[in-house]
Structure formats: C-alpha cells, structure tokens
C-alpha cells in the first residue's frame, strides 16, 4: 500500500504544479513539479504492477491489455504532449499563450483522462497485479479530482475564453456535439 501512496503524493505534486503556473513563479519550480508528479505516479504504477501478489485471470485477457496498452498510452502521449504546447505547458514560467480547443480538446476538456483509464486497465490485465487492482480506482479516482479542480479554479484563470469552451465541450464524456467538433477538427489538421 505504501506504493498507492507514494502514486497519491504524485497527483498532489501535480496539483501544486497547477499552483505554480498561475503563480507564474520561476526558477524552474514549474518544470520540477511536473516532473516530480508524473515521475511519482509513474514509478508506484510500475512498483504496484511488480508486486508478487497476483490476480488469477484467463491467458486472454493479458492478451487483451497487450492490445489496449499501445492504443491507451499512445493516444495518453499525443493528448498530453502533442496536442499542448509541451514547451509552454510543461517548460516555461507560467501559462500558454493559446487556450487548445481543436484535437482531442474538441472531443472533451480533458482527454488525459479518457485514455488513462484504459492505460491503467492495460497495465492490470498485464501484470494481473491484486495490489493494482485497489490502486486503479484510486489513481483514476485522483486524475478525475485533479482536472476537476482544474477546471473549477485554474483554467478559467489561465486561458482567455475558458468559460465558452468550458460550455461548449463537455469535460470527460463526448457527446454528438463534440464528436463532430473532433471530426471536424482532423478533417482541418489533414487538408490544411
């Protein structure tokens, strides 16, 4: 249990980076606490998938996470670091210049989210891990608490124009409106 733990001090790491780019403080402290977050929660999701404890569960569904884990952290990266400004998001003091509505934004508000959750289930069905199984929900849990936070009382302060986005595209689960907003958003990306 001490890995969840360690993987909760991560999201609260995380929440304290929010802190820091609106505070715009420099020195690097922004960069230090995103990767000191991310590195938190990523070293107790491998240590919980080591654990010897395991899960009895059919050959087909460690198959199955095989499948999921590519898609899940692959489309988890492009929302993160592709479709943000990695530089001005992650790097320098302070907040972007551009509020991102157009990628996977113009499907939900928070797609880190939509792919983390089946990353997590990948990872339980690989490494059949019993320990991941009461971690999973927590560390889902805490992704859904942090960009909720976000989204009450950091981003509207970040981003001119928040409030629009924030009534037009929904936070985690798309709807017909913002499927097409998405559609239409590749479409551009490809014929520009």
């Given amino acids: 249990m001490t890995n969840v733990a360690v993987g909760c001090l991560g999201f609260l790491v995380l929440h304290l980076f929010d802190?820091?780019?609106l505070k715009r403080i420099r020195w690097g402290a922004k960069p230090l606490a995103w990767t000191l977050g991310i590195s938190?929660?990523?070293?107790?999701?491998?240590?919980v998938c080591l654990?010897?404890?395991k899960l009895s569960l059919p050959v087909w569904s460690m198959w199955l996470g095989w499948a999921l884990l590519p898609?899940?952290?692959?489309?988890?990266?492009?929302?993160?670091?592709?479709?943000?400004?990695?530089?001005?998001t992650y790097v320098t003091a302070g907040i972007g210049d551009k509020l991102v509505t157009d990628g996977l934004y113009a499907l939900v508000r928070h797609p880190g989210v939509i792919w983390f959750v089946p990353?997590?289930?990948?990872?339980l069905l690989i490494s059949r891990s019993s320990r991941l199984l009461i971690g999973a929900p927590?560390?889902?849990?805490l992704d859904i608490v942090l960009v909720a936070v976000q989204d009450r009382f950091f981003l509207s302060k970040m981003f001119a124009g928040y409030?629009?986005?924030?009534?037009?595209t929904p936070?985690?689960?798309?709807?017909?409106?913002?499927?097409n907003a998405f559609i239409g958003s590749v479409r551009r990306q490809f014929t520009a």
């Fill in 51 to 53: 654990a010897p404890d």
């Fill in 19 to 21: 802190v820091l780019s």
């Fill in 119 to 123: 990353f997590v289930f990948s990872l």
């Fill in 163 to 168: 409030e629009g986005y924030r009534h037009k």
């Fill in 171 to 179: 936070m985690l689960v798309p709807n017909r409106q913002s499927l």
């Fill in 71 to 88: 898609a899940s952290l692959s489309m988890l990266m492009v929302s993160l670091f592709l479709n943000l400004p990695f530089r001005k």
């Fill in 40 to 47: 938190l929660v990523a070293y107790s999701l491998i240590m």
């Fill in 138 to 141: 927590v560390f889902i849990l």
